[in-house]
């Protein structure tokens, strides 16, 4: 059974940093993509960044780039995500998600991912 771990989240003052982590168990495939989503109360869960984890292979959405980096231990499976100059819009749950693919292009789109963590929240104080 796939399983996926959270860890890492918490309170932060605006501008702060956090970096989450994400253990992966189980996640036998060849080729997969793990991903970073979040959902704030009462918004659509969004997609962030993902990585290609064979090649480490990167994607953002424009939002995000420059402050967020997705990256991994390929060794430990284990994915993060490091979170600079966070603004309190920036408060949801996190969460850690994947998938195997056949190809080497990470959609950030949350029906691409079969198997999700169980959060870690996020907030952000002004």
């Known amino acids: 059974q796939v399983q996926l771990v959270e860890s890492g989240g918490g309170s932060v003052q605006a501008g702060g940093s956090l970096r989450l982590s994400c253990a992966a168990s189980?996640?036998?495939?060849?080729?997969?993509?793990m991903g970073w989503f979040r959902q704030a109360p009462g918004k659509e869960r969004e997609g962030l960044a993902a990585?290609?984890?064979?090649?480490?292979?990167?994607h953002y959405i424009d939002s995000v780039k420059g402050r967020f980096t997705i990256s991994q231990d390929y060794a430990k499976n284990t994915v993060y995500l490091q979170m600079n100059s966070l603004k309190p819009e920036d408060t949801a749950m996190y969460y850690c998600?994947?998938?195997?693919?056949?190809?080497?292009?990470?959609?950030?789109?949350?029906?691409?991912?079969?198997?999700w963590g169980q959060g870690t929240q996020v907030t952000v104080h002004s």
């Open positions: 998600a994947a998938a195997p693919v056949d190809g080497t292009f990470c959609y950030i789109l949350d029906y691409e991912y079969p198997y």
């Open positions: 189980n996640l036998a495939y060849s080729r997969k993509c």
């Open positions: 990585i290609y984890t064979s090649a480490g292979n990167t």
